[in-house]
């Protein structure tokens, strides 16, 4: 099945510079690439996703790259704002197979961006 | 005001008690799912469900329990015959959609707020 690796795990920046969180994934049929932002206490939200047609999507100060020969996707934040500050996961949709096609997720990267 | 509750937000249970999680979406999504995470993990899949009466095993299944009565609501029962339910629960939701020719389509996972149990 789809195995997800994210790096690195934690991730401290000072504000305004950019961040970038890597995934690599397993199941070369894997098609949609999403990243979500949680905050502490909270649920995961929808920040950008890639679907596997795509090279890379760009959304004002955050961008993802994938790279379907190597893969691996990226996120990158630029201008980091300390609002930043929160646990970032990529995810891939598994191409089938014992997960029917479900999304399977990083171990998340803790960024913190400080002021 | 459209969206994903859980309710409640936090949780305790005594050993050997069998308790129910609460997920509602008012979204008319098709697809909704549980997911458990732990510290230093990412989500993993309990449950997810396609159809309104139907639903399939997600990677960590085993302990846990499902209906699919509504297609607004997948409550997430947390039997005693899970070893360690202390964590953090979370209900998604999505539009599911299957290609004509039976490739799934990828779509939109929503999250709802989670609910933190613990077991004393």
């Known amino acids: 099945g789809e195995n997800v690796e994210q790096h690195p795990s934690t991730l401290s920046v000072q504000e305004g510079d950019s961040a970038v969180i890597k995934c690599t994934y397993s199941d070369s049929a894997s098609n949609y690439f999403p990243w979500y932002k949680q905050e502490l206490g909270k649920g995961p939200q929808l920040i950008i996703d890639?679907?596997?047609?795509?090279g890379e999507k760009k959304d004002q100060r955050i961008a993802v790259t994938l790279n379907k020969t190597a893969k691996h996707f990226s996120l990158h934040i630029t201008e980091t704002q300390p609002e930043d500050s929160a646990v970032y996961f990529c995810a891939a949709l598994s191409g089938g197979g014992g997960s029917q096609g479900n999304l399977i997720f990083g171990k998340g990267t803790k960024l913190s961006v400080k002021p | 005001d459209g969206g994903i509750t859980q309710s409640p937000k936090y949780l305790f249970r005594k050993e050997g008690q069998n308790v129910t999680l609460s997920c509602e979406q008012n979204?008319?999504?098709?697809?909704m799912y549980w997911y458990r995470q732990d510290p230093g993990q990412g989500l993993r899949l309990i449950y997810y469900s396609q159809i309104v009466n139907d639903f399939q095993k997600g990677d960590i299944a085993e302990g846990y329990s499902v209906s699919r009565e509504k297609k607004e609501s997948f409550p997430l029962t947390v039997t005693s015959a899970q070893k360690n339910p202390t964590a953090f629960y979370l209900c998604?939701?999505?539009?599911?959609?299957?290609?004509?020719?039976?490739?799934?389509?990828?779509?939109?996972?929503?999250f709802g707020p989670g609910t933190r149990l613990t077991v004393l």
């Open positions: 998604a939701s999505s539009i599911d959609n299957w290609g004509a020719l039976g490739g799934r389509a990828p779509m939109k996972q929503f």
């Open positions: 890639i679907r596997s047609n795509v």
């Open positions: 979204l008319n999504h098709d697809a």
